[in-house]
C-alpha cells in the first residue's frame, strides 16, 4: 500500500495503491458577484490560508518550527474554522473505489 495521511475530519488517506474505498475532500467556494480576475477563487483559497498560518504562528498559536505538513489538528482545525468564516468550507466523503 501506498503512504497514509490523516484527513482534516480523521480519517486516513492512502496515496499509492488503490483500494477499496477512500475518502474524498471537495472544496466549496461560492461565487461573488465581487470577483474579478485577480479576486478568484484560486486565490482566496491559497492565500487565506497561507495568511491564517502565518497570523497564526506570528501570535504564538503555531509554535513548532520548519516546514511543517498541515496534517495536525492543532494547525489545521483552527485555520479550517476560520476559513468558514470567509465563506471557504469543505465537504468529506466516503467514496468506494
Known amino acids: 500500500m501506498g503512504e497514509q495521511y490523516p484527513s482534516p475530519v480523521g480519517r486516513t488517506i492512502s496515496m499509492g495503491s488503490p483500494t477499496s474505498s477512500y475518502s474524498r475532500s471537495s472544496g ?40 511543517l505538513l498541515p496534517v495536525s489538528p492543532e494547525i489545521y482545525e483552527p485555520i479550517l474554522d476560520e476559513l468558514e468564516e470567509h465563506g471557504v468550507t469543505f465537504r468529506e466523503e466516503e467514496v468506494e473505489a
Open 28 to 67: 466549496m467556494e461560492p461565487g461573488s458577484p465581487l470577483q474579478d480576475q485577480i479576486h478568484t477563487a484560486m486565490a482566496r483559497t491559497v492565500g487565506l490560508p497561507v495568511a491564517m498560518a502565518a497570523k497564526a504562528v506570528l501570535n504564538g498559536r503555531i509554535s513548532e518550527r520548519g516546514v
